[in-house]
């Protein structure tokens, strides 16, 4: 059963019951949010203007990625101290077709 469904996002949280316990599960279609990383990561100039302009647009991050890198790899995005050495390391050997560049941040 789908207890929610955000459409912006495409977010979808699904409740089922099984062996007497409810299971949460959550999903998203991140399809048009790969197309766009792929697109800005393929056009050299974007990255250039980004770190010209120090605003420098490194990853589409989806927010169902975010939970699993909180689950998975132990890092906490929205932490008072987000720690970006690891948070650049997880998106660089985890999730390289996030990222909307082809450089990387050391």
Partial sequence: MIADFNP??????ILSFQDGK??????????HIL????ELRNDTEYSK???K?????????????MLDMHKTHGINMFSGKPDWK??????NTHYP??????KKHA
Avoid: M, S
């Avoid at 197309?35 to 792929?38: C, F, I």
């Avoid at 302009?53 to 990625?65: F, L, Q, S, T």
């Avoid at 690891?86 to 998106?91: H, L, N, S």
């Fill in 8 to 13: 912006l996002t495409g977010e979808r949280c």
């Fill in 22 to 31: 409810l299971h949460i599960t959550n999903e998203q279609d991140v399809n």
């Fill in 35 to 38: 197309e766009q990383a792929t």
């Fill in 49 to 51: 203007q980004g770190i």
């Fill in 53 to 65: 302009d120090d605003n420098w647009h490194y990853a589409r991050i989806p927010n169902g990625v």
């Fill in 86 to 91: 690891a948070i650049f390391k997880c998106i």
């Fill in 97 to 102: 077709h996030l990222k909307t560049t082809e």
